[in-house]
């Protein structure tokens, strides 16, 4: 143990000297400083929101590239400059090299994570403080409910994708909420909607919708006409006592014109209801971010044991680009899936047709190696927050847990090989 | 292979070992092949090396560039690993870790984190060999004053120059206290001043009972404080043995006699003319391990024999 806290001393130590870790720091602190000149169009929460992501931005930016540039070039350097020959010519395991490096790169990240996170937070509260003042909504961190089902009402309803369409008085979108909870029970519930609109007449930009807001225990029902617009969240609120204690609640949507259409995807409505403290989802919302850098660092140090410095950078950039993308990357597979699908949809019997030799290429070439990429490479999907902050939403602590069960599985996966390949590795 | 010299015959290519705990180093068969990035052989650096180091001696190993010095060395500290054959050190193998606390190595390049100074250098290597912060504050003193660098302890390497780098990293290599040290090139770069106080501090070292492994070009250094050598080329091990077998002439008699006069010399001379013996010389034959070595290498090249070097 004494000889990994020393060499991660020394690895952080080098970080410091080499003034590495400041010009990360500096850059990534203009680039925070900078969101306050943001020109801004909107209410004072809409400033608020983008100061939250430029911050989170800069922090997940400046702090990936310092975790994927620091620890990728730290063997390899001191492979070349021949110091990896001196240390391991000493009495020291070469996993315990390895676990040093990481834990000095994990004092790094930590270091950087506290500058760039302090004088985020002060940034962020300074923001909210001064647009609060001017009236504006001041800094959120809502408890959001997703809701347990989502039915669409009515047979003629047409599904393109994932957005499903209902018509006027034919079919109504059903959401149905349980475990409804708040500290407060004062507050108010919250609900936005962002539904997409079809207008007959299309210079229209709202429709008319009615809302029944239901509650299954006492079989109470609120109902109400308001108006949707187009590219506008729809907000209102509903006293908590509608709810009776009982946590169950079912909203249903529909539109009032015949002639109207409302697509509906499963997250069109959102119920919100309580508030968190700020300062803890910020604190959150960097465990998470640390843990994605965490997992860059076990990245760059796996790549670090067996490639050279330029091919291990570009190799984490890779990871860490892919890792974002998993998402277009598997429906780009299935987009080559469709066209597939098509190219030979013709009526003509299988035996008839004549294989293309371009899909066939395709298919082996192309989208299956991306799938399986997909799997493979971490999926940074995990650790995103920034959405969070965006929309004033509370980090959810199952977030929280998966994100650091996906690292620590990513890690007990890299972790073995990048100790295989280093205690083979001949550091001429 | 007839060997023009005397020969140890504990060099002897091949030669069974007889096991022994007096050995500070012992290789057998060690061989290394540098494969390509497609796992093909590309060149052979060590081919079959049989050699017994013991204990409390300065054994000096030498060779032209690329005879396979530094990978020896390196194969020894596990650095790198062998592609056939075995070493021991100490007895112990040379992937036994807990063995290297007994060890110190200067390696060819003085190679330390630039941005720390002398002080905090040997620090982090004395904090790896687990040394106690007493201990190691005694130590880094006493070494710092020994090399004599107590004037710049504070100065980061990065503005040493290149002899400074040498003493810094024969100080790292004795920070603690090794049974064996091996030393690749220890007088590189040091000005003559320097390299006396080296050479008398290896002499010092063997005095503490210590091993010694010393790689060096300076020939004239290796000849004045080693007790055995072995010239290696290309691989092979091609002679070894104490520095005064290896120098001397096997068919010239040396008689060192004090005291005669010339007549007496004239009629000694005379003597052996009559015995059929012919004087070369009244005085003593000398020869210079530099002689030997270029002469070992040449006649290899000459021969043209270039079996070690194994391409694809």
């Excluded at chain 2, 530099?290 to 070097?309: A, C, N, P, Q």
């Amino acid at each position: 143990m004494q000889q990994i806290l020393v060499i991660a001393k020394q690895t952080f130590k080098e970080a410091v000297r080499n003034k590495i870790l400041f010009i990360f720091i500096i850059l990534g602190l203009i680039t925070i400083c900078g969101s306050v000149f943001m020109p801004v169009v909107g209410d004072g929460r809409e400033k608020i929101k983008i100061v939250e992501s430029m911050c989170f931005r800069s922090i997940t930016f400046f702090g990936t590239l310092a975790a994927v540039l620091l620890s990728a070039s730290s063997i390899p350097t001191d492979i070349e400059n021949k110091v990896l020959s001196t240390v391991t010519a000493k009495p020291v395991q070469r996993i315990n090299i390895i676990f040093g490096k990481i834990l000095g790169f994990v004092y790094i990240i930590g270091v950087l994570l506290l500058i760039m996170g302090s004088v985020s937070y002060v940034l962020i509260r300074v923001t909210a403080l001064k647009e609060s003042s001017q009236g504006g909504r001041g800094l959120l961190a809502r408890e959001k409910f997703d809701p347990v089902d989502l039915q669409i009402a009515g047979d003629s309803a047409r599904k393109i994708g994932n957005v499903s369409w209902i018509g006027g008085g034919k079919e109504a979108a059903v959401w149905k909420f349980k475990g409804l909870y708040s500290k407060d029970k004062n507050d108010d519930l919250e609900i936005e909607a962002n539904f997409l609109i079809e207008a007959k007449k299309k210079s229209i930009g709202k429709i008319p919708v009615k809302v029944k807001i239901i509650n299954p225990s006492s079989a109470r029902v609120l109902t109400e006409s308001m108006e949707i617009s187009r590219n506008k969240p729809l907000f209102f609120k509903l006293n908590s006592k509608s709810l009776d204690g009982s946590g169950e609640l079912t909203v249903v949507v529909s539109p009032e014109n015949p002639d109207d259409f409302l697509g509906i995807r499963s997250d069109s409505l959102r119920l919100f209801w309580g508030e968190k403290s700020f300062g803890c989802n910020y604190l959150k919302g960097l465990i998470v971010i640390s843990t994605q850098f965490f997992l860059m660092v076990i990245i760059a140090v796996l790549g670090s044991t067996f490639l050279s410095l330029p091919v291990n950078i570009l190799f984490c950039l890779f990871v860490f680009f892919c890792g974002n993308i998993t998402d277009f990357m598997r429906d780009l597979s299935t987009v080559i899936n469709i066209i597939e699908t098509r190219e030979h949809d013709h009526g003509v019997s299988a035996v008839m047709q004549k294989s293309n030799i371009f899909l066939i290429y395709l298919n082996h070439i192309i989208k299956k190696p991306i799938l399986l990429l997909s799997y493979i490479l971490p999926d940074f999907r995990y650790f995103s927050v920034g959405k969070y902050f965006i929309d004033g939403i509370n980090i959810p602590g199952i977030k929280i847990l998966m994100g650091f069960g996906y690292a620590v599985l990513y890690t007990l996966f890299c972790l073995p090989i990048s100790f295989f390949v280093f205690k083979r590795k001949e550091i001429a | 292979m007839i060997l023009p010299f005397a020969v140890d015959n504990l060099f002897l290519p091949g030669k069974a070992w007889k096991l022994s705990d007096d050995f500070a180093i012992k290789t057998e068969d060690l061989t290394k092949a540098y494969r390509s990035f497609w796992g093909r052989r590309k060149v052979l650096a060590l081919n079959k090396l049989n050699v017994v180091i013991k204990k409390g001696e300065i054994f000096g190993l030498l060779g032209p560039n690329g005879s396979g010095k530094t990978t020896t060395l390196k194969l020894l500290l596990g650095l790198i690993f062998p592609t056939a054959g075995r070493a021991y050190i100490l007895g112990k193998p040379t992937d036994d870790v807990a063995v290297k606390n007994r060890v110190g190595f200067l390696p060819e390049e003085s190679c330390f984190y630039r941005f720390l100074n002398a002080d905090e250098t040997l620090d982090f290597y004395g904090q790896l060999f687990r040394i106690p912060r007493k201990e190691r504050k005694l130590r880094i003193d006493r070494l710092l004053k020994r090399v004599g660098l107590e004037f710049a302890r504070k100065r980061p390497l990065k503005q040493y120059s290149k002899g400074m780098l040498r003493r810094i990293g024969i100080a790292q290599a004795l920070i603690n206290d090794p049974d064996l040290i091996i030393l690749d090139e220890p007088t590189s770069g040091l000005d003559p001043i320097g390299t006396k106080e080296t050479k008398d501090l290896i002499v010092e070292l063997k005095a503490q009972g210590k091993t010694v492994l010393l790689c060096s070009h300076l020939l004239s250094d290796v000849q004045d404080i080693c007790d055995r050598v072995a010239i290696i080329d290309k691989g092979e091990l091609q002679i070894s043995g104490t520095i005064g077998e290896l120098l001397s002439s096997k068919d010239i008699v040396e008689l060192l006699i004090r005291n005669l006069s010339k007549e007496t010399i004239g009629e000694v001379e005379m003597f052996i003319q009559e015995k059929q013996g012919e004087v070369v010389s009244i005085k003593n034959p000398s020869g210079t391990l530099e002689d030997l070595f270029l002469k070992i290498v040449h006649e290899r090249r000459e021969t043209g024999w270039d079996k070690s070097e194994m391409s694809d």
